[in-house]
């Protein structure tokens, strides 16, 4: 999605990105001393990178999600991915499922959608950034920098219903409504060598002169 955007532009937006204090997480204004939710990755762990795999650079897939300490009363969970450092006035979504049974207490890696890949049969995924169900792998703009991927887990209480493909309002209204918990994890990708690669044709021998 970002990914093809010319170096110079990424180096550019440097300074541009939408903020941590902007994902749902932090904006929801859940109040103080509300219960926390472990959230944790076999494949990562917080504040490090992802694995390619996972990425826009590799086969796309979602990762693989665990949680516990969810509380008694919980009927649901919601799971919102978002880009904390895309070059918007808000984070990129890159992910929401919604109606997620307390009992499963995880998500199989590509369990979401994503290109070339069904997902997991009867996961309700609402709406990414691309109008999409689906899993929006990571691609930030070369020469932006580290991008911070917030994955956020958040219980929920009553039985919110939810739209056949919910975006991002629809959610932060339902969770504003009946969140009782919630649980952050953070991992970060960048493109290090800040470029596109592009095939190079192989000389062609001494120019012709005269």
Known sequence: ??????????????????GLDKIIFNTLGMRQGMASIALTSVAFADHAPLPP??????????????WTDLPAETTSLVLVVEDADS???????QAIVVGL???????????????????APGLHVGRNSALQAAWLPPDPPPGH???RYAFQI??????PLF???????EIFNALREHALASGLLIGTWER?????KIEEAAPAGPLATG
């Open 87 to 93: 070059p918007t006035p808000n984070p990129l979504v």
């Open 145 to 147: 920098g580290a991008h």
């Open 101 to 119: 049974r307390p009992s499963e207490g995880k998500l199989d890696e590509a369990a979401i959608p994503s290109r070339d890949n069904d997902g």
């Open 163 to 169: 739209s056949a493909s919910p975006g991002r309002d």
């Open 53 to 66: 795999r996972y990425t826009a650079d590799g086969e796309g897939v979602s990762p693989p999600l665990q």
């Open 192 to 196: 290090p060598d800040g470029s596109i």
């Open 154 to 159: 958040f219980a929920l209480g009553g039985a």
């Open 1 to 18: 999605m970002l990914e093809k955007l010319p170096e110079v532009i990424g180096h550019a937006l440097h300074g541009m990105r939408a």
